[in-house]
């Protein structure tokens, strides 16, 4: 219960920093000015301006602590109580104008404490405004309290003063139990997220992150909050120890409590009705508005939350659409799309172009001794209608699951593939079905992250391409999975006890018979244990497809990965790749960084060196970041070249020119390939007549849909392949 203090009249307005945090010399806004140095001049009131103010209805204990601009008139100052320093900018006769709103210039009917405004403000019927800096061109219309106490973090997990490490604000990633928590500063990236949460046994690291945090910020109280250029905050119940950059509209919203807004003028913030947010991080050129609820949280650059989405202790990464859901301890890379009602993500790490359908439940099941435990999907996941898992679970890159409830622990290692349960309850996997039935929906997706990408300022790096490094790895273990599934079939139905043969020697029968005799594989009962926590193993759909489907995919990959490096480098052939690349392992494993891919190796090699102390600040962190970005196309056709190099079985050093010259022909035909099943895969939308049983011709059917010649996403598909065709034809002159 909060009771009600007295203080002395003399005292509002001072005290926000407590002498024992000030040097003898200093004076109590050495902090305020240090803020602020040189921005503006003032000069103390005359006395004619005084009788002008007191005539207007303005009061001061001490009109001395009134200073202002030369060009101050004091017509433009009515009814306002000024205590403490209060600082005011030159007040031209102007009108500003917000969303059909238009105010004059000046200050008036207000509350102002030991505030600095600047230059042409429009503030009416500030309640109480308090400890504020304000830029040029602020407007403030209709605000309760807006106000910064002695403790004010804006939305940072430091401490203050002498407060006790308990009193720090964590927020508890990826696992309601808070061992995967991280402490939120303005400037964090998904990338530090990650490495945060997930290396939770690395004491060391942790500690480490936690002083980098620290070492950003003043521990002394008393910092004032700042409102940037051109902010204008309108009917706003509360904005309490808030720190608002430049161009920022904030109409209507309920209250802002602990926050750093990170708007800027080529990304500005925009905060709308009924939203109240608490303890977190806005970044720029983010959209919140339709009774948004949050706390504990960061936001990415042009993260968009509306209709009521509610979320607490989450981290949502750059480019995400968030509505009607409910999110909690919840980490989410780039490109997160869930805006569906009764969507439900709990205690989940997401790693990016995910798209959560409406119903979906996932976490919070409460059907263990504790709380629940954890969720990972890679990219690109995708949950049916009304699903609902059992944790924990796991996911690779690019999965769809249909409708149903699955209760049992899922594992699915097979990339682009079908989940699906069949009337049986059977688990029933479908590897590259995405690949093969729908490859439109990846294109789209590649498109999509291009597109959607609002960003001036790309601070985290993101990759959106379907056929990457980590997808790449992940379909070469889900070709030997079902390389060694398809060998102890085959063992099963000799003399051979499947169970004593090395996985090795079950990968050898398998595949061979995958190259050879595919029809015989598809005829074939495929089991394979481990995907589910069940008695009964999954069973495999399409096995024979879909290992040739990766292995084209995988070679598609290497060899547009290949033929741009070479591009871009000017090399003529393959034994200048070799030249580049040496004998050094192109395959090492790759984590996705916060939407960047980065050779496992280097992440290693960082996290080493944070914890030897290399780094004394952040900054310094995210330009390892971007060492690495530069580094990443050099990486990746290494990559690219032993995946090509493993695909025609070549030993030794270097890349033959036979196989190169039928990799060449076989590039053209797999990007050709490629096109054809993107259009295959819309074309079935227009060739369904359930589809079409709305229109009563064939010309409104067109008129509603648009041609299949005019879609965008064939079109660049098809572009691209034209390019890429091109880029084969010059090296196959040349090989």
């Excluded at 050099?634 to 270097?654: P, S």
Aim: aromatic letters at 8%.
């Amino acid at each position: 219960m909060r009771k009600i203090v007295k203080h002395p009249a003399r005292d509002l307005g001072y005290g926000l920093t407590g002498p024992m945090y000030l040097p003898p010399s200093e004076q109590e806004r050495a902090l305020r000015d240090a803020l602020q140095p040189g921005l503006h001049t003032y000069r103390p009131l005359k006395s004619g301006e005084i009788d002008a103010l007191q005539q207007n209805g303005c009061s001061s204990d001490d009109w001395s602590s009134v200073q202002v601009g030369d060009r101050f008139n004091p017509r433009q100052v009515v009814g306002c109580r000024f205590c403490g320093l209060v600082r005011i900018g030159n007040l031209g006769n102007l009108v500003h104008e917000v969303a059909g709103l238009k105010l004059p210039v000046g200050l008036y009917h207000s509350t102002i404490v030991a505030c600095d405004i600047g230059e042409n403000p429009v503030i009416h019927h500030a309640r109480y405004l308090a400890y504020y800096l304000l830029g040029d061109d602020v407007l403030l219309h209709n605000v309760g309290r807006m106000a910064v106490g002695p403790d004010a973090r804006f939305g940072h997990g430091i401490l203050k003063g002498e407060e006790p490490e308990e009193a720090r604000s964590w927020i508890d990633l990826g696992n309601e139990n808070g061992r995967r928590r991280i402490l939120a500063f303005d400037g964090i990236l998904p990338a530090d997220a990650w490495l945060w949460s997930r290396h939770r046994d690395d004491a060391q690291l942790l500690e480490r992150f936690k002083e980098l945090t620290d070492a950003r910020f003043d521990r002394r109280p008393g910092y004032y909050g700042t409102v940037g250029d051109r902010t204008a905050i309108i009917n706003t119940g509360s904005v309490i120890d808030t720190a608002i950059g430049t161009d920022a509209t904030i109409d209507g919203a309920s209250r802002l409590e602990n926050l750093t807004i990170r708007s800027t003028a080529d990304e500005p913030v925009t905060i709308g009705d009924d939203v109240t947010l608490r303890d977190g991080i806005v970044g720029a050129g983010c959209t919140i508005a339709g009774g948004v609820r949050a706390e504990r949280f960061v936001f990415g650059s042009s993260v968009r939350l509306d209709q009521g989405a509610r979320l607490r202790h989450c981290f949502i990464a750059d480019n995400a659409h968030i509505a009607c859901a409910e999110l909690a301890s919840v980490l989410t890379y780039p490109h997160h799309q869930q805006h569906h009602n009764n969507s439900f993500l709990i205690a989940a790490t997401l790693l990016g172009q995910s798209n959560i359908a409406a119903g979906a439940t996932i976490g919070s099941n409460h059907n263990s001794r504790g709380a629940d435990w954890e969720f990972l999907a890679g990219r690109g996941f995708f949950p049916g209608l009304c699903t609902s898992f059992r944790y924990p679970s796991r996911f690779a890159s690019f999965v769809m699951v249909v409708k149903g409830d699955y209760p049992a622990e899922l594992n699915i290692p097979f990339p682009f593939s079908l989940v699906a349960r069949g009337d049986d309850g059977e688990l029933r996997v479908t590897p590259a079905f995405a690949l093969l039935e729908n490859a439109y929906m990846l294109a789209r997706q590649e498109r999509n992250g291009r597109r959607r990408d609002q960003r001036v300022t790309r601070r985290q790096h993101i990759v959106t391409d379907v056929l990457a490094p980590d997808t790449a790895d992940e379909m070469l273990r889900g070709a030997a999975l079902i390389e060694q599934a398809v060998g102890r079939a085959v063992l099963e139905q000799g003399e051979i006890p499947p169970d004593e043969a090395p996985a090795e020697d079950l990968a050898l029968i398998g595949r061979k018979l995958l190259a050879e005799e595919a029809e015989a594989v598809e005829r074939l009962e495929l089991r394979l244990a481990g995907l589910e926590r069940s008695r009964r193993p999954a069973r495999l759909l399409k096995a024979a497809a879909a290992w040739r489907a990766y292995r084209d995919a995988l070679e598609f990959y290497a060899m547009r990965t290949l033929l741009e490096a070479m591009r871009s480098r000017h090399m003529d052939g393959p034994a200048e790749l070799h030249e580049w690349f040496g004998a050094g392992n192109g395959a090492p494993g790759w984590v996705n960084l916060g939407g960047q891919l980065v050779p496992a190796p280097e992440v290693e090699i960082l996290r080493a060196r944070l914890r030897a102390g290399e780094f004394t600040r952040w900054e310094e962190v995210h330009e390892e970041y971007d060492r690495l970005w530069d580094q990443y196309p050099e990486d990746v056709a290494r990559h690219a070249y032993q995946i090509l190099r493993g695909l025609y079985e070549v030993e030794g050093d270097g890349l033959p020119a036979e196989p190169w010259r039928r990799a060449l022909a076989r590039a053209a035909e797999l990007s050709q390939a490629w096109v054809e099943r993107v259009v295959r895969a819309r074309s079935r939308d227009y060739d369904d007549p359930f589809r079409r049983m709305t229109c009563d011709s064939a010309a409104e059917w067109e008129a509603v849909m648009g041609s299949l010649a005019e879609d965008a996403v064939i079109q660049e598909t098809q572009e691209a392949h034209n390019r890429f065709k091109d880029l084969v034809a010059h090296y196959q002159s040349t090989a």
